[in-house]
């Protein structure tokens, strides 16, 4: 009989044991050996409905250092405590089990090579994309391929915020306050909304394909906190709705990983990922592309992935598989450059407050056109007043992010232009 131990009896850990409940039977069919939960660690476990018949402890460390733990899984979120915890485990010989993306982001190639080395299971499935089981898909069937990109919603937060913005006409705060009663948002939501959970996530998924070390370190990242309900709007009125991509993607000895709100446009099927909703598209090089789509987010789709890790960890246990053989090898051992935002091209979004005085839009273009950017599409409205500011809103050519901050530091500083220039990438992909 295999004990596991809950570390975090939060949204996921609370979710994981109904879930292992409720699926009990069908769970049983799948493994080798049978398993219980054998302790719960929870600073504020006496705060929490919690089932009377498995032993509590406030105490994580009590975990690794139980010799009667086998499994342990990781669910409190946060780097130091997780990374001491999950290192003693595995030096404890116990399997573990994380959704933790932060950790894995910050220290993933450390903990794959100690568990390969301790011969213990170590899975993460839930730390990218909730309940989509996009590692699994990368490591296990897309693995014999080339994968040339990835371009995915992966924060389901910021997903959930853009579209009840835009669908439901509500503010930022109060669609950001609803994402955290869902139980979607971090303990810390910031990591949400600064982008830090996707990069987090891209990061991952970049160190996996691309073999490539710490990618995290040189991940462009922009969060949504700058997205109003004015550009929402006009980005409606050209075609396009905004959404918060992660990019991965390999050009001959250079990869891109970043992460930003992007423009996409109506008829490209990411416009169509809705509410907590991630989807993850995967383009390789023989297969084309694929799009894997499920929740993002919540304690159900996060505690489905943590359950598809615990049946790997209990047959592994075993069967001793060569599953992390496989799935760490080399892992950080490539040295790809990560190219500099600067450098990578795509159409912008371009919002700009002006005076609507005669000759102002000239002088804009004249700007852009200097650095050879020319208008694909542009949207102006009457102002209420005379006096009033007008926002003008552009969409670009294709151009690299260098010629786009020089044009806009001079756009800034044209007298009848006010503040800053709030400048959104427009997604570029082969449909659309
Ligand atoms: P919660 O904040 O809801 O739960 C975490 C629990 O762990 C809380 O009860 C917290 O106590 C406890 N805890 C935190 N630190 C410690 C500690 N040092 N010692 C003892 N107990 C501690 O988080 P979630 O359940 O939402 O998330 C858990 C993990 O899963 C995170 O890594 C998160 O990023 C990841 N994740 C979450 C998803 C989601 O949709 N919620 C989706 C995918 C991954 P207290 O309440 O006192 O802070
Ligand atoms: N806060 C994260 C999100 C949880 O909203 O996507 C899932 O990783």
Redesign the pocket.
Known sequence: MLKIGI???????QSLISHLEMHNDKIMSNISEEFVVALI????IDK?DHRKDIAIT???MDIPSSSEIDIVIE????ID??YKLITASIKNKKHVI??????IAEHGDELFQLAEKHNVYFGFE??VA?AIPVIQTLTNNMSNEDILSITGIIN?TCNYILDQMSSHDLEFTDALNEAKKL?????DPTFDINGM?AAHKISILASLIYKVKSPLKSTYVEGIENITSMDISFAKELGYCIKHVGITNKQNNSIQCRVHPVLVHKDNILSQVLGVMNAVLITGDKFGTSMLYGHG???D??ASAVVSNLVEAINFSSNKDLRNKIIFKNSGSCSFDITKNNDISSPFYLRIYARDISGVMAEITNILANQNISIEAVTQHEPADLDSLIPIVMITNNVDGLSIDKSITKIESLAHVEGKVHAIRVLKTDDK
């Open positions: 570390c975090g009896y939060g949204t996921v850990g660690a929870d600073r504020s929490k406030k105490d994580v669910l409190m979120g946060g405590i997780p994380t959704a933790n993306k932060a950790l839930a730390s909730g389901g139980g979607y948002a971090e303990a959970d987010a919540g304690g789709a996060t």
